[in-house]
Antibody, heavy 123, light 107 residues
Framework: EVQLVESGGGLVKPGGSLRISCEAS????????MSWVRQAPGKGLEWLSS????????YYADSVRGRFTISRDSAKNSLYLQMNSLRAEDTAVYYC????????????????WGQGTLVTVSS | DIQMTQSPSSLSASVGDRVTITCRAS??????LAWYQQKPGQVPKLLIY???TLQSGVPSRFSGSGSGTDFTLTISSLQPEDIATYYC?????????FGQGTKVEIK
């Protein structure tokens, strides 16, 4: 069974930093591209960042480029999002999501999602 | 960047009604479009990819169509368990933008 479990969310002050993690199981993590998507309270889904299988290709939304850094560790079956210079508008549930990959090709829509981790930016 | 616009933002329909949600891309995206369902308090669930391919396990009352810039998600006979917000997402090229969502309620 595919499982994605996020952790590391919490309360952080504006301007602060936080690293959230996503531990994957039930599939061969190294062969799947991965993404982070967030959802502010009562709002819609916002794609943030994606990373290819070997970390060769990394993509960011304009809203987080230069502040957030995505990374992965296949030895630990884990995906990370380092978030710096946090703002109140970064308050959201952050989801880890798996891209659809087959025969070495990946498409960046998501067939599995974690339960999310809440990040609250407030003084 | 390509913008994704859904309409309507919300709708109310009766059980058994046919429901149609539209997603429009500001530029052509071929058939690189996915649809998700998010029920209240739950995680998004993939319904359709490649504009019209039903994800395994999704009821056949859901269907998708379109290519280029105009896409539709249709629920052929609305059921109480379909109450949710529906999102489209483009994936032809980054950024993999979502539409703003369409909230479906029962009348």
């Amino acid at each position: 069974e595919v499982q994605l479990v996020e952790s590391g969310g919490g309360l952080v002050k504006p301007g602060g930093s936080l690293r959230i993690s996503c531990e994957a199981s039930g599939f061969t993590f190294s062969t799947y591209s991965m993404s982070w998507v967030r959802q502010a309270p009562g709002k819609g889904l916002e794609w943030l960042s994606s990373i290819s299988t070997s970390s060769s290709y990394i993509y960011y939304a304009d809203s987080v480029r230069g502040r957030f850094t995505i990374s992965r560790d296949s030895a630990k079956n884990s995906l990370y999002l380092q978030m710096n210079s946090l703002r109140a508008e970064d308050t959201a549930v952050y989801y880890c999501a798996r891209a659809r990959c087959s025969s070495g090709s990946c498409y960046y829509y998501s067939d599995y999602w974690g339960q999310g981790t809440l990040v609250t930016v407030s003084s | 960047d390509i913008q994704m616009t859904q309409s309507p933002s919300s709708l109310s329909a009766s059980v058994g009604d046919r429901v149609t949600i539209t997603c429009r891309a500001s530029q052509g995206i071929s058939s690189y479009l996915a649809w998700y369902q998010q029920k209240p308090g739950q995680v998004p669930k993939l319904l359709i990819y490649a504009a019209s391919t039903l994800q395994s396990g999704v009821p056949s009352r859901f269907s998708g169509s379109g290519s280029g810039t105009d896409f539709t998600l249709t629920i052929s006979s609305l059921q109480p368990e379909d109450i949710a917000t529906y999102y489209c997402q483009k994936y032809n090229s980054a950024p993999w933008t979502f539409g703003q969502g369409t909230k479906v309620e029962i009348k």
